[in-house]
């Protein structure tokens, strides 16, 4: 196997997913805010309300979209794999599951709507037409998965990127037409909205047909054991992703019930700082997820255990270097971003910036979990850890403890997961923890104890007033420099820096 070939496509495709990801968060922000112009605050909390009915159930799709990648992927590593065969299983499913969710969605949100959705009166009509063209928006997506998991599965994720920032600018360019339109501007949002998915859909079809027509030619795959098997991943898949959504959900609803809305808005705010920063780390883990999936079919070990244990230390190495660069300077950033910093919101961040870098000790070890396809008590342990926090958090709050304490609580809970992740992998899946941590981790610990020297050196100095600038610049700097030549490998750097010279050169 050409092993130097996957490696630049890992770094191709992770660099793919980090220009992607600035340009949708700007168009993202201009585009929420011209449409807050134009709807106003009341029409625009009313699509949000609607969608939201249905974006209770976008777990379930997203659950669906990995186990769909899973399994296209395990197909494509064994050497006398039948990619049609899978394909055509995975799209019966979900047309089947966006048949069975529009008769669901018909009649109970439906009944919702009319019996409990507080709209303004006059405005139940418009309610009703954005539910239908949500719904409608919501089975196209479900049934394009299979479609777009192809791409992700042969690491197409320059045209995934150059799919997504075009639908944004797409977004972004029918907004504007709202201004010259005189009807109403609430439901024609809303199809504007739906013809971009509908447009994606198309791209994604033509793309498959194009590149693997093989693949993707249809036919009706009967008594399929990997029915059963596809559907199994996915419920404990869907386990996990309920369990997070609960914790999250669950930990606002106790703030609020022991500290009020306020401090619902600190939390919200240092969440953002978090999302912001583990968006990079997640980045890595999409790149990386065919390869080592492949591996792992193939029987190629030696490479799958090689790529788990490279992309766990660069992803704690990266959120290691984000975090600490925001650290040092946290007060001042929040200042700079909200002007006026809400009491208890500089302990949320830094807690938060602290759970990034504890969590980021997942990748890796979860793709090859995926990739081994036996995760029913990995996902079940897990599930019952994120469920804990919310007594536990119950009961810390009840004694009197501060609300920061919830962000402490799922830094150990993350802390006693990843212990009983390795044991269980090494028990399940025969994975080589002790090999793991001797490999992965010498120079993550080597570039914390850097940095945490820096921090306090920069403590010491304090710098202030104009000279915060250049000290954030000169943190900055030192934290990149420490990633990259204490963080990665001499062949790692010498990857990324022949790739940077053969991009210039063909320039």
């Given at each position: ?28 922000l201009i585009t929420s805010r011209i449409v807050l112009q134009i709807l106003g ?467």
């Open positions: 196997m050409d092993y130097s070939a996957g490696n630049r496509r890992l770094v191709k495709n992770t660099i793919f997913n980090y220009i992607q990801l600035p340009v949708s968060i700007i168009i993202g605050v009341s029409d625009y909390g009313l699509f949000s309300i609607v969608g939201g009915v249905l974006g209770m159930f976008t777990f379930f799709a997203s659950s669906l979209s990995a186990a769909t990648t899973r399994f296209i992927n395990f197909e494509m590593g064994k050497p006398d794999g039948d990619l049609n065969k899978v394909f055509n299983t995975c799209l019966t499913l979900h047309v089947l599951f966006a048949i069975g969710f529009i008769i669901i969605a018909e009649v109970g949100g439906i009944w919702y709507i009319d019996n409990y959705l507080n709209v303004e009166p006059g405005k139940e009509a418009d309610a009703m037409f954005i539910y239908q063209v949500t719904l409608a928006v919501f089975c196209i997506g479900l049934v394009n998965i299979p479609y777009q998991s192809l791409l992700t599965a042969f690491e197409k994720f320059g045209l995934i990127a150059i799919i997504n920032i075009t639908n944004m600018l797409l977004k972004l360019g029918l907004v504007y037409l709202l201004f010259i339109f005189r009807g109403n501007l609430l439901r024609t949002y809303a199809l504007l909205m739906a013809s971009v998915t509908l447009v994606s859909f198309i791209v994604y079809h033509v793309l498959a047909y194009r590149y693997w027509p093989d693949v993707v030619r249809h036919r009706f795959i009967r008594r399929n054991p990997m029915y059963k098997d596809i559907l199994v991943f996915n419920n404990y898949n869907l386990l996990h992703t309920v369990a997070m959504m609960a914790r999250d959900t669950g930990s606002n609803l106790l703030i609020n019930f022991f500290f009020g809305t306020a401090v619902n808005g600190v939390y919200s705010i240092s969440k953002t700082i978090q999302t912001s920063v583990n968006s990079l780390i997640v980045n890595i883990d999409s790149a990386s997820g065919p390869q080592i999936t492949q591996s792992y079919s193939s029987g190629d070990m030696n490479r799958c255990n090689a790529l788990v244990e490279n992309i766990s230390r660069i992803s704690i190495v990266i959120a290691t270097a984000a975090s600490f660069i925001l650290f040092t300077e946290l007060p001042a950033i929040l200042e700079l971003w909200l002007k006026d910093v809400p009491e208890g919101t500089l302990i949320f961040s830094q807690l938060m910036l602290l759970l990034v870098v504890v969590s980021s000790t997942s990748c890796g070890l979860t793709l090859m979990i995926n990739a081994s396809g036996k995760i029913k008590w990995f996902r079940i342990v897990t599930s019952l850890l994120f469920i804990l926090c919310l007594p536990v958090g119950y009961l810390l709050f009840k004694i009197g403890f501060p609300a920061y304490w919830i962000v402490l609580l799922f830094i150990l809970v993350d802390v006693v997961w990843r212990i009983f992740q390795l044991v269980m992998m090494k028990t399940i899946i025969n994975f080589d923890v002790k090999n793991y941590l001797k490999s992965a981790y010498p120079r993550v610990l080597m570039t914390m104890a850097i940095l945490a020297g820096y921090l306090v050196l920069y403590r010491l100095v304090g710098p202030a007033g104009i000279w915060k600038i250049p000290a954030f610049l000169t943190t900055a700097l030192f934290s990149g420099s420490v990633a990259i030549f204490v963080g990665l490998k001499k062949t790692e750097r010498e990857k990324i820096a022949d790739m940077v010279r053969e991009k210039i050169s063909k320039r």
